[in-house]
């Protein structure tokens, strides 16, 4: 029998690790970096976290073209069961509905069925007050009317971000806002998260990496302290 070539067997090995990485990441585990700062201080710009996949049903790929790219075209795509649905308290990722390339961070306030209202600032969900989550926060003193439309909603006559709704979201839907509450794009502006939208559930922070820090203290901006926290 005539020996392998080593040369071969190290390229098939390296084709094989690579699928198994593109599997992982489109179906299991995949990681994110968080670009904003809407889910301060709850998630900080510069942490990247490990995002489970397949706890609300992994998708198969929706989208083919050239990588880091927009140019593309959409493929029919389908989702694996799940073994649970996202429900009220969940921090979640999704694909933002205004832009689909774009990966959103957001905590799932409220489900489909359930009717939220926003009282100067205080958030209800079935007329219960929503639980603080332990590092939200807001930035701004001001409480704006439900006529001030400083604020962009998506109904116009659904009210303002500190004063909004009561709306009832509709089924097979979520809404999504920051813990960073003053400074937070969210369903407050842009609506209802569709379920075929949701890509996963946020697990730990495996790196955080602050760059306001200077590159020469490059020890000072490796948040140590956030690595490995677990995301709630």
Known sequence: MKPKNKKS????????????ALVLRQFVIASY??????????????????????????????????????TG???PWFRF???????QYDI?????????????????????GQTLEIRNKVVYVNGERFPRPPHMKFIDPNILSYENRRFSVF??????????????IPPNSYFAMGDNRDNSLDSRAWGFVPHDNIIGKPLIIWFSWDSRIPTYRIFKKIRWDRLGSVLR
């Open 33 to 70: 970096k968080v670009p904003t700062g809407s889910m301060e201080d709850t998630v900080l710009i510069g942490d990247f976290m490990f995002v489970n996949k397949f706890v609300y049903g992994a998708r198969t790929p929706d989208w083919i073209g050239v990588p880091f790219t927009r």
């Open 155 to 168: 109904r116009s006559n659904i009210g303002s971000r500190d004063n909004f709704g009561p709306v009832t």
């Open 73 to 75: 075209f959409n493929i």
């Open 92 to 112: 979640i990722v999704f694909k933002y509905p205004v832009d689909p390339f774009l990966d959103y961070i957001k905590r799932c306030i409220s489900v489909g």
């Open 9 to 20: 067997e190290l390229i098939q090995a390296i084709i094989i690790a690579l699928f198994a």
């Open 81 to 87: 069961p799940a073994i649970t649905d996202p429900k």
